[in-house]
């Protein structure tokens, strides 16, 4: 690991490390007063449902935070976040353990002196307003110490992407069609389980998966197109489709991307300063907008695509 990396995981882990001794300290210190029975589980009125003995209290809530830091900090290492992107990456750490450690120490505080778990006293929900205060002077702070790492794209220009030369008057569209076989199949998967919940449990639970694996099932294989309508994906129906116009694009790439490291999984992904059309890792169009964000779509020939891509941006620009 660089010294860069370890700068940026240690101030990815600062905020979960600080939140688990706190928590760790103060259960040591208040142990004594606590029943052999917690108080674990509260329902949306903040009222009490549900006990756990103390030693299984300890082994579910000890982990959560610092499991927590370590995916936080592998999302920092490993992906691919520049600029804004980084810093609300940070921040948003920084918020995400400032709330859970408030909550977890709450939780603690309403079993206090209680005889046993059913004497404890309910979950006031003000608890969750002063987490959230919390979670926004946390990620403020969070916000204050990072310095965002500059994007090593950035300092290419528009003017240098690669383009195609077209004649004045020509007119030129390119279209392509990808895929991958875990759209079809996870679809089927998501059916099962959908209409195994519809009837053995409810429709309520089984509906709203049937429509998720329609989804699937309609950009099993997704068309792209690049032409004087901006760039286009759209599925095996006219509709759902995403269009990127021609006057949001600032300029466009053709890149290799990390379905993982860079959008957390496939599928339709949105993260800080990205969202895309994710079928595997490998060549994607990447169309970066006017505020800096960018759209990527994994698709073969992605080259031809971003230079086209440029060009209808030039011509768009130039009112032609």
Sequence with gaps: MTRKHLGRATLAALPFVLSFLVDLILF??????LPAR???HFNVSGDVNGYVDRTTYVLVTAPVLPVLGALWVLMVVRGKFYGRAHRLLIGGGWAVAAFLQYVLVAALIVNLDAPDGAAAGSFPLWHLAVATGAAVLAGGIGLLLVRAPEDPRA???????ERIALA?????GWART???WWLPLGALVIVATGTGLGYGVTWFLGAP???????MLTFSRAHITVDRRGLTVSGLLPWPRFQLPLERIEAADSRRVDAV???GGWGYRIRPGRTGFIVRSGEAIVARQRGGREFAVTVE??????ALLNTLVDRNRAGR
């Design 261 to 263: 490291a860079e959008f």
């Design 28 to 33: 040591l210190v208040l142990k004594d007063r």
């Design 38 to 40: 917690l108080a674990g």
């Design 209 to 215: 998966l049937l429509v998720l694996a329609l989804l």
């Design 178 to 180: 990808t895929g991958s």
């Design 168 to 172: 004045d008057g020509e007119v030129a």
């Design 155 to 161: 300092g290419k220009s528009p003017a240098d992407r």
């Design 301 to 306: 020939d992605s080259g031809t695509g971003a």
